[in-house]
């Protein structure tokens, strides 16, 4: 059984109310610092779920016109309208929701659209603009937004440049792309004049090809600078 209060025990205050009591005080006392500090929790728990609200609200609706936008890729790239509702949508993207995710792959695409017609100086500000606001990536999107970019420069005979944007890919996420890359990097080197540096990248890319045709094409390249 358990023992019998005291009346000492009885008479002495029970340790949760004066703790409750000592706030009450505190409270009293201090209540202007106390309304302020309150206020102030309440303000920032406001703003942080207005954040969250209109974030997420923002991301979808972009979401949205982006689905359309890829939607409409499974029709017909002959269809001139198609293509330009496409166009359409994707700068409406990149106007109106430049910081979602949506909008950076609109002009990723937008740069695919524009190299496919020929466009190639607005594809190349496409694929810039893409890589300029794509921080680190484990998609392998930026190494192809760069490899796209590279391709555009050659299309100029931009070789220089060309070489930069391969030389760029090879350094960010590009599992499963790497002989592609160094191909690139070789190609460039070898339209600039530079047979070494050509041959060096062609040789590495012969080491890493698993693709019997691919080994044959890098051997006769190799064959030719020799």
Same mark, same amino acid.
């Given at each position: 059984?358990?023992?019998?209060?005291?009346?000492?025990?009885?008479?002495?205050?029970?340790?949760?109310?004066?703790?409750?009591?000592?706030?009450?005080?505190?409270?009293?006392?201090?209540?202007?610092?106390?309304?302020?500090?309150?206020?102030?929790?309440?303000?920032?728990?406001?703003?942080?779920?207005?954040?969250?609200?209109?974030?997420?609200?923002?991301?979808?609706?972009?979401?949205?016109?982006?689905?359309?936008?890829?939607?409409?890729?499974?029709?017909?790239?002959?269809?001139?309208?198609?293509?330009?509702?496409?166009?359409?949508?994707?700068?409406?993207?990149?106007?109106?929701?430049?910081?979602?995710?949506?909008?950076?792959?609109?002009?990723?695409?937008?740069?695919?659209?524009?190299?496919?017609?020929?466009?190639?100086?607005?594809?190349?500000?496409?694929?810039?603009?893409?890589?300029?606001?794509?921080?680190?990536?484990?998609?392998?999107?930026?190494?192809?937004?760069?490899?796209?970019?590279?391709?555009?420069?050659?299309?100029?005979?931009?070789?220089?440049?060309?070489?930069?944007?391969?030389?760029?890919?090879?350094?960010?996420?590009?599992?499963?792309?790497?002989?592609?890359?160094?191909?690139?990097?070789?190609?460039?080197?070898?339209?600039? *004049? *530079?047979?070494?540096?050509?041959?060096?990248?062609?040789?590495?890319?012969?080491?890493?090809?698993?693709?019997?045709?691919?080994?044959?094409?890098?051997?006769?390249?190799?064959?030719?600078?020799?």
């Amino acid at each position: 059984m358990s023992e019998k209060l005291s009346k000492k025990d009885l008479k002495s205050p029970d340790a949760f109310q004066s703790t409750f009591e000592s706030l009450g005080d505190y409270i009293a006392e201090h209540q202007t610092r106390v309304i302020v500090t309150a206020s102030a929790l309440l303000f920032a728990v406001i703003l942080v779920m207005g954040i969250y609200f209109y974030w997420s609200h923002y991301s979808t609706s972009a979401l949205k016109i982006y689905s359309k936008a890829q939607g409409n890729m499974l029709k017909s790239e002959e269809n001139q309208d198609n293509v330009d509702e496409k166009i359409k949508l994707y700068k409406e993207l990149i106007e109106k929701y430049p910081y979602s995710w949506s909008g950076r792959m609109a002009n990723y695409h937008l740069g695919n659209i524009y190299y496919n017609k020929g466009e190639i100086d607005q594809a190349i500000n496409s694929y810039k603009k893409f890589v300029g606001k794509t921080g680190s990536d484990k998609t392998g999107v930026k190494f192809l937004a760069l490899t796209s970019l590279g391709y555009a420069y050659e299309m100029k005979k931009d070789f220089n440049q060309a070489l930069k944007s391969f030389e760029q890919a090879q350094n960010v996420y590009h599992a499963g792309f790497e002989v592609i890359g160094l191909r690139n990097i070789a190609r460039a080197y070898e339209e600039l *004049n *530079n047979k070494e540096k050509a041959l060096e990248y062609y040789k590495k890319a012969l080491e890493k090809t698993t693709e019997p045709a691919a080994s044959i094409l890098i051997r006769r390249k190799i064959s030719t600078l020799n």
